[in-house]
């Protein structure tokens, strides 16, 4: 009698864990919620994540490995236990940008230790959108990925590839990393910055690498402790903070910290913009160190006359106050003679700029390279190739880089 309650109360075990396997081993594969490969996985993943997110241990929602198309997916917590969405497919967003609503492709909200992960690719399929952005038959084109109001979270090991818009955009997260994170789209892709990061404190971003036909990273109003780290950027418009001041009431930038970083055959390296006739602003705390730039049109730049479009009155000046910024130890070629440009607004004049340890040279036949400077007296240390902010320099300013 006693054995055979043991073989019984084991098979109800079995049969329990059968049933109920995925839930209680943490793990929810979307194929196990109806996901076929080159199918539309949407309801799937989202029948997946329900699941998972209402779990009072860790999970782990798994998209193996093959090819799957997915339309417009958000993920929305707060969910009861950390949750990580392990991409080891190739998404496929619809290519027809008609095809999609209102809103980004993939959407993650409100989570807590949320973790992406996997080595996957999203695959944004956006030739079609990118001719209808340029023909002007398309306004709002989706982001790749769109992070909002994450705590505590990491995305590594993710490919987005050939996004319709910005590939990521991060908005009101508190310490989120990405690590290993790679960005790929056509130096001719329009509007496809790499991350752009707003509103949001204490976001990493390390040892990833970025090509793309826009900023490679991007920096938005209310950003605080922006950490760059170990970042390629190339083909693309560098790593830049702002535009600003476009809109009334921007919060301050305050501490980003660009570092080992190398830029090749791009627009820009590193640089910060802000719109003339602009709304007031802050830029305060920004350090760009241990800078490579290979063939890079414009290696250093502060533009407070940036006016892509030329609709801009440039007669007004920024007023975005920018200060306490630092150039160090930048080194490597510029494909232009204007390798350091700092153009300073005239209502509110740069202040506490350092510039140390310059030296990128231009082999053009125009002559060596130089530097041009408005409405500032940066601070200078070490060697200066070009020279920066000297009376010749500051005489001859520069174009307003694109």
């Not at 719109?275 to 533009?303: L, M, R, Y």
């Not at 300073?344 to 004049?349: M, Q, T, Y």
């Not at 130089?370 to 520069?398: D, H, M, R, Y």
């Amino acid at each position: 009698m006693d054995l055979k309650f043991k073989v019984n109360f084991a098979l109800l075990v079995l049969l329990f864990l059968a049933h109920f396997g995925e839930s209680q081993t943490g793990v929810f594969d979307i194929t196990k919620y109806g996901a076929n490969s080159n199918a539309d996985i949407s309801e799937a993943l989202l029948n997946a994540f329900k699941e998972a997110c209402q779990s009072t241990s860790p999970s782990t929602i798994v998209i193996p490995k093959g090819t799957f198309t997915m339309n417009q997916v958000k993920l929305e917590g707060p969910c009861k236990s950390p949750l990580e969405l392990q991409i080891q497919a190739t998404l496929k967003a619809p290519s027809d940008p008609s095809q999609l609503k209102v809103g980004e492709w993939l959407t993650v909200n409100k989570i807590d230790q949320f973790t992406m992960s996997g080595g996957g690719i999203l695959d944004g399929q956006a030739a079609a959108a990118w001719e209808c952005k340029q023909s002007k038959k398309c306004n709002k084109l989706p982001n790749n990925l769109s992070f909002n109001s994450l705590t505590n979270s990491t995305v590594k090991d993710i490919t987005t590839l050939d996004s319709k818009s910005f590939h990521v955009n991060v908005n009101q997260c508190k310490n989120l990393t990405f690590i290993r994170f790679n960005v790929s789209a056509p130096a001719n892709s329009p509007n496809t910055d790499g991350i752009h990061v707003s509103r949001s404190s204490s976001v990493n971003i390390t040892d990833s690498n970025f090509s793309t036909g826009d900023d490679c990273i991007s920096v938005g109003d209310e950003t605080e402790q922006l950490y760059i780290t170990r970042v390629t950027c190339g083909p693309g418009h560098g790593i830049s903070v702002g535009s600003l001041g476009g809109n009334p009431d921007e919060k301050p930038v305050v501490g980003v910290f660009v570092r080992n970083c190398t830029f090749t055959n791009t627009d820009n390296g590193v640089r910060i913009k802000t719109w003339p006739a602009s709304h007031p602003g802050v830029v305060n705390d920004v350090h760009f160190e241990d800078i490579i730039v290979q063939n890079v049109s414009n290696p250093v730049v502060i533009d407070q006359v940036y006016c892509p479009f030329n609709k801009c009155n440039k007669d007004l000046p920024s007023q975005v106050k920018i200060s306490k910024v630092s150039f160090q130890n930048i080194k490597g070629t510029s494909r232009t003679q204007d390798a350091v440009s700092l153009l300073c607004s005239k209502g509110v004049p740069c202040e506490g700029i350092e510039v140390g340890d310059i030296d990128i040279t231009y082999s053009g036949k125009e002559g060596p390279a130089k530097s041009s400077c408005e409405n500032i007296k940066p601070s200078l240390k070490g060697k200066q190739n070009p020279p920066v902010c000297t009376a010749t320099a500051a005489s001859a300013p520069a174009a307003s880089s694109s």
